[in-house]
């Protein structure tokens, strides 16, 4: 990523937090937190990677709130951003969380099962 491209990256993530901390006026969108933004080198694209606490259903909830919203945050993000285009808003749900937490608990069984076996040969 460019130079240009992390600044705007960043500014869309501080502005597009703040916009959800302060709350969208979707009943569908539930506890949400962004953990990355990646703008396209030509700066036309934002892809938004995001978690949600819930089930599921609350992250697809969450995620069908999040492009309801595309104009508004598209909008508000017009406001802040002084480039010509703002950016296409691209939400993904950032599954990286869930998939460190299937490998801890794949490495917990491997510890129990070789504290078993040691104990089981001693």
């Known amino acids: 990523m460019s130079k240009r491209s992390e600044k705007l990256a960043e500014t869309i993530h501080e502005t597009i937090s703040s916009i959800l901390s302060r709350g969208l006026n979707d009943p569908r969108i539930g506890f949400v937190t962004l953990t990355a933004v990646d703008v396209v080198e030509d700066l036309s694209i934002a892809r938004i990677y995001f978690t949600a606490i819930g ?25 802040v951003l002084t480039i010509r285009h703002i950016p296409e808003l691209i939400f993904k749900y950032d599954e990286s969380q869930e998939y460190g937490n299937r490998i801890d608990s794949i490495l917990r069984e491997i510890a129990t099962e070789h504290d078993r076996d040691d104990s089981e040969h001693s």
């Open 55 to 79: 089930d599921r259903d609350a992250r697809k909830n969450s995620e069908a709130g999040l492009n309801s919203a595309k104009g508004y945050l598209r909008r508000e993000l017009g406001k």
